[in-house]
């Protein structure tokens, strides 16, 4: 059974994986298609930087999923998911101040005037 959970675990990852990459592929596209300005190239830093944090939170989801196919017990399952709780609650949180700090900047750039 752990065996099946594993295998299923790594579908999934696979599969992830592959339409992450089809989706960054498919937005560096669409990127290089608008003409550049400094709120553009902010806002791809923006993007950038989005991508890198739902690869993080989707590599800390297979994680537990891979941890909780081993786990021992109910007891290991509660531990297991309330220390993901904490740790993820602790990473979006980051993750919501730093994209929220290069919206502004990108937005802050695209309003100066150009002389």
Known sequence: MRDLAERN????RVAYDQFMGAMSQAMGMWAQSIPGNDMTAGFK?????????????ADAAFALASDL???KDVQDVISLLSQFAQSQMQAYAMQAQELGRLFAEALQKGAQPRW
Do not use: G, L
């Not at 830093?45 to 939170?57: E, I, P, S, V, Y």
């Open 69 to 71: 196919a081993n786990a």
């Open 9 to 12: 675990i790594e579908q999934a």
């Open 45 to 57: 830093a923006m993007q950038d930087r989005a991508r890198t944090f739902a690869k993080r939170n």
